[in-house]
T-cell receptor
């Protein structure tokens, strides 16, 4: 059973377009993290959101944590080829374990 | 700045063989984790440790064992390898736990069981 479902699983768009990736669960998380992973490497943290309804911006990336702390979204504005990668959301159940989502593979076409 | 170091990077095993994946971190982190990642998928937690001498099971512990005798090292032992254990294994560490702290990952160990 996968606690965190991400959609879409694959996304291929043209450079300059906007996109949103969703991360959904029936579980309540104490916090939620987003990571990006490039081929042959480990995931790297993009952001941590802690409070329900929280919105964080990282340049062209906007992250939102749902009010009920069960879901999150990642919005990218004016996508660039450098945004290509596997995006993973991960929910914390307490302070010890982090559960990862199913992943969204994003390809930005120049 | 070494961070999290995993060895070996690649390994091919025959069914029934055993091996140990090594993980070492030089950041004095208390929390350490082992995940596996199947092609194109997210990561599944195998085992984790909140400090030396303490380990606990994650989502998919069957077929694996761990130990944590020091803060720095967290080896993962595969006993009687099976084709279902073909995966990329990632070790990670965290300074303060996952609620507010990030995971620092190694580069991964790609294991194939034939």
């Amino acid at each position: 059973t996968q606690l965190l479902e991400q959609s879409p699983q694959f996304l291929s768009i043209q450079e300059g377009e906007n996109l949103t990736v969703y991360c959904n669960s029936s579980s309540v998380f104490s916090s939620l993290q987003w990571y990006r992973q490039e081929p042959g490497e480990g995931p790297v943290l993009l952001v941590t959101v802690v409070t329900g309804g929280e919105v964080k911006k990282l340049k062209r990336l906007t992250f939102q944590f749902g009010d009920a702390r069960k879901d999150s979204s990642l919005h990218i504005t004016a996508a660039q080829p450098g945004d290509t990668g596997l995006y993973l959301c991960a929910g914390a159940l307490g302070n010890e374990k982090l559960t990862f989502g199913t992943g969204t593979r994003l390809t930005i076409i120049p | 700045n070494a961070g999290v170091t995993q060895t070996p990077k690649f390994r091919i095993l025959k069914i029934g063989q055993s091996m140990t994946l090594q993980c070492a971190q030089d950041m004095n982190h208390n929390y350490m984790y082992w995940y596996r990642q199947d092609p194109g998928m997210g990561l599944k937690l195998i085992y984790y440790s909140v400090g030396a001498g303490i380990t606990d099971k994650g989502e998919v512990p069957n077929g694996y064992n761990v130990s944590r005798s020091t803060t720095e090292d967290f080896p993962l032992r595969l006993e009687l390898a099976a084709p279902s254990q073909t995966s990329v294994y990632f070790c990670a560490s965290s300074p303060v736990g996952v609620n507010t702290g990030e995971l620092f990952f190694g580069e991964g160990s790609r294991l194939t069981v034939l």
